[in-house]
């Protein structure tokens, strides 16, 4: 191709090249050598909610944390003294801003251009949320994995003994001959029964058993459930109310765990409102999932408190091991749902519930 031609082409592929990297998926941020933004590429405004109006002209500063934005401007000092810079063509991770005051990871990768002698840097951003949501997810599996290993075999080693324990203490205490020898066993024959307790919770809350997902009406067994601990709650001096629809919800579901879920949440709000009261029950459906709240009036608890909540032994009983809450948490999860707690001190707890509708398609 002649020189004539590809002057002839120089508009043309410059257009190429515009339209190219306007349409990209990777936001394009481009500065001069006084941190002003030049271009601003789609994705970017998509990025960070910004549209190129609002930038172009603007500091760099806008859509970058205060950490970052100082270790940058050092960044390009650096290169203009020296022309050489570590990070250039090399990506890196920095924390930038969304309009709405979002900050977030993105993989930061920077080229430089010399124009007319100055300096103009292009910087290529992802973002990292979803990947780092996701390796954090994995590290976490990979440790519940390991850590429900050594709890199923610890539980196995203890439980053989403690059921031996325990029978032999309640073969004792039905030949017991004085009231003080048959109290002594009633308590060990007692606290060998919520030691049993607390290993299985323990194992199911570490080292679950295979699950039999398959269509539960969400609508007919929260029915179940309410049926199952009315007699519990009517000698609390507790009522339950029950407000949903009269079509079924189907979610794609174990139904024993979900019954124990719910189950879990009664009690727990029962056993919150030691004066008696009331726990409402809702069941409502979006486009997409059902909703499922559990309200009471109890006490409520702090805000400190409700941070901590569905963390393992964490608890607001005098008595119970605290892994109620986390093992619900873990099943709602792995129906690929959300629970949320919701509470002010002396104003009640709500538990919210949040399950994909089973896809019909």
Partial sequence: MS?????????????????????????????DEDHRVLFFNRAA????????????????NLILSSDCSVRHRRAV????????????????????????????????????SEIHGKSYFTAILQDLTERKALQEQLLKNERLAALGQVVAEITHEIKNPLISIGGFAQQLA?????????????IICRETSRLEKLLAELRELYHPGAQDFRPVDIRQLLADVIHLSNPGCSEKRVTIEYETGEEPVLVQGDK????????NL????????????????????????VVITVSDEGPGVSEELLDKLFSPFVTTKK???GLGLAISKRIVEDHHGKILAKSAEGKGTQMIITLPLLDRK
């Fill in 256 to 263: 024993d765990k979900l019954t124990q879920v719910f189950l």
């Fill in 45 to 60: 405004e998509k990025l960070f909610g910004y549209s190129r109006d609002e930038v172009v002209g603007r500091d760099l």
């Fill in 174 to 186: 039905r030949k017991a001959t004085d009231d003080a020898s048959a109290k002594k066993l009633e």
């Fill in 266 to 289: 009664i009690q727990n709000s029962s056993e919150a409102m030691t004066h008696g009261g009331k726990i409402t029950v809702q069941s409502r459906s979006t486009d997409d999932s």
């Fill in 77 to 112: 000092t650096r290169y203009l003294e020296s022309k050489q810079a570590v990070r250039i063509g090399h990506a890196s991770e920095l924390m930038v801003s969304r309009k709405n005051g979002e900050q977030f990871p993105a993989s930061i990768s920077f080229s430089v």
């Fill in 3 to 31: 020189a004539q031609n590809n002057r002839e082409m120089e508009p043309e592929r410059s257009i190429l090249i515009e339209e190219a990297v306007e349409n990209t998926n990777e936001a394009f941020v481009t500065i």
């Fill in 319 to 321: 008595h119970g091991s």
